[in-house]
């Protein structure tokens, strides 16, 4: 099966509707997909023409560990529940908050207005630091996206504010309680030694995760198996995904991703 369990859309920090998303996926060939948008699930309160393929309602939760941005999918929840409302809500507060907290840090750096730019690019959409990034380029203070992260809102840098998330048990219980399955997204992405990544990886577990992504985008075999041995030794059900935000990005596109490894046992097994 083609499937692709990671994906974004405007309603956080992709560029595509809903629609053209889940259009773009069907012409690439995707059989069951995932709308997975950062702490929101506005994808779903759409009328949507699936085009053929199954839809899985699904979302990207943000926490930390140990001081560290972490993402969380939820697959196959129940935008309607009581849990998810809990979720999104309290999500959406620590967002705006965080936007105001790094527009404060920004502007010790000498970089003002850049809340209002922010909001303005996001519009409806889930704010975020891309939001800023794109304001910083638009407005000339930076050459690029890249160079925006890596001179103000990359890890480690004035705009990285993490404080305001939700613990990582609570967004795991979030997930299970709207009948989810909480996956850890992007293992690899976090750019973890083996050793703390393992540390994650048993935290995750223990707290009530099931699933990791073991494919994320066009990333190496290498890691692909490395993952894939990671979730059998913590008994985690495996899941696929492209991270997906945007078409100008040919290493996320939508469907273009590599199999499971052959000895995983896939997260939409279950559906």
């Given at each position: ?7 974004h ?9 809903p629609?053209?998303l ?11 997909l995932s ?6 699930l ?16 699904g979302?990207?939760?943000s926490?930390?560990?140990?001081n ?5 999918l939820?697959?196959?929840v129940?935008p309607g529940?009581k849990?998810m ?5 309290l999500?959406?507060d620590?967002r705006?908050?965080r ?5 404060k840090?920004?502007?010790?750096k000498?970089?003002t207005?850049?809340?209002?730019g922010?909001?303005?690019?996001a519009?409806?959409s889930q704010i ?10 638009d407005t000339g203070?930076c050459?690029?996206?890249?160079a925006a992260y ?5 890890a480690?840098?004035a ?15 979030w ?7 909480p996956?850890?997204a992007?293992?690899?992405?976090y ?10 990886v ?7 995760g ?6 994320s985008?066009s990333?190496?075999?290498d ?6 041995s990671?979730?059998?030794?913590f008994d985690?059900?495996a899941s696929c995904?492209?991270?997906?935000h945007?078409?100008?990005n040919?290493?996320?596109e939508?469907?273009k991703i ?5 000895n995983?046992?896939?997260v939409?097994?279950?559906?």
């Amino acid at each position: 099966m083609h499937v692709d369990l990671h994906c974004h859309t405007m309603h956080s920090d992709g560029v595509l509707t809903p629609s053209e998303l889940i259009e773009r996926a069907c012409k690439n060939g995707v059989e069951l997909l995932s709308i997975t948008d950062h702490d929101t699930l506005a994808a779903y309160l759409e009328p949507l023409d699936t085009g053929g393929l199954t839809l899985i309602p699904g979302i990207e939760l943000s926490t930390t560990w140990k001081n560290i941005n972490v993402h969380i999918l939820g697959l196959n929840v129940d935008p309607g529940s009581k849990a998810m409302r809990e979720a999104t809500s309290l999500q959406s507060d620590a967002r705006d908050q965080r936007a105001e907290l790094i527009s404060k840090a920004l502007a010790k750096k000498g970089l003002t207005d850049t809340l209002q730019g922010a909001r303005q690019i996001a519009g409806t959409s889930q704010i975020g630091r891309p939001h800023f990034a794109r304001h910083l380029v638009d407005t000339g203070k930076c050459a690029s996206l890249k160079a925006a992260y890596k001179k103000y809102l990359g890890a480690g840098k004035a705009g990285d504010i993490k404080s305001l998330w939700a613990e990582m048990d609570t967004v795991i219980k979030w997930i299970t309680k709207s009948g989810g399955l909480p996956v850890l997204a992007h293992p690899a992405k976090y750019k973890l030694t083996r050793t703390r990544l393992r540390s994650l990886v048993k935290d995750f577990t223990a707290q009530g995760g099931t699933g990791l992504e073991v494919v994320s985008g066009s990333q190496q075999q290498d890691i692909t198996t490395t993952l894939g041995s990671l979730a059998d030794d913590f008994d985690l059900l495996a899941s696929c995904g492209s991270d997906f935000h945007t078409p100008e990005n040919s290493w996320t596109e939508l469907g273009k991703i590599s199999p499971l490894p052959s000895n995983s046992r896939p997260v939409w097994n279950g559906w």
